[in-house]
């Protein structure tokens, strides 16, 4: 059974950084590509950053620059970095797998 699980999220100042992580189980994560997505109150889930098993990797606009998707394989977890951060980056996170989603992680920013 496929299980992705999240962690890292919380409350953060304007300016500040954070680092996301999500576990996998259940699938070969070495040949997977992963999704980081997000969801603010009244919004759409919007995809923010994705990268292939091979590594290649690609952002949202609105992240670029700021954001950082990374995997270890070894570790079976795909992370994401986030600095330079913004009040309208407050969200959920979820990771991403196909149809398979993570229960989300709380990122605030405020001060």
């Known amino acids: 059974q496929v299980q992705l699980v999240e962690s890292g999220g919380g409350l953060v100042q304007p300016g500040g950084s954070l680092r996301l992580s999500c576990a996998t189980s259940?699938?070969?994560?070495?040949?997977?590509?992963m999704n980081w997505y997000r969801q603010a109150p009244g919004l759409q889930r919007e995809l923010v950053a994705s990268?292939?098993?091979?590594?290649?990797?690609n952002y949202a606009d609105s992240v670029k620059g700021r954001f950082t998707i990374s995997r270890d394989n070894a570790k079976n977890t795909v992370y994401l970095q986030m600095n330079s951060l913004k009040p309208e980056d407050t969200a959920v996170y979820y990771c991403?797998?196909?149809?398979?989603w993570g229960q989300g992680t709380q990122v605030t920013v405020s001060s």
């Open positions: 991403n797998w196909g149809v398979r």
């Open positions: 259940g699938l070969l994560f070495r040949i997977n590509g």
């Open positions: 990268i292939s098993g091979g590594g290649t990797t």
